[in-house]
């Protein structure tokens, strides 16, 4: 019997579209009226990619996060 995975990015691996949805994801805040960024640190590429777009879009942010994190500063100016 193989492990379950967490559903998680190890740091040798990339975002993809199978097991993160990536691309449909980037798609997906194109269209999105509301971005939440819920637990993340904002380290990795995929979540920084979506704030930043929603950002450019002037689309609301609510950050939820026990730790202030560079989104938090973005979500008071949109």
Do not use: C, K
């Amino acid at each position: 019997r193989r492990p379950a995975r967490p559903h998680v990015l190890w740091f040798d691996e990339s975002y993809d579209e199978q097991r993160f949805r990536f691309q449909s994801t980037l798609r997906a805040v194109e269209e999105a009226s509301l971005v939440l960024v819920i637990g993340t640190s904002g380290a990795t590429n995929l979540p920084s990619m979506i704030v930043h777009r929603a950002a450019e879009r002037r689309v609301p942010l609510l950050v939820i996060n026990r730790d202030p994190s560079p989104f938090s500063a973005m979500a008071e100016r949109v």
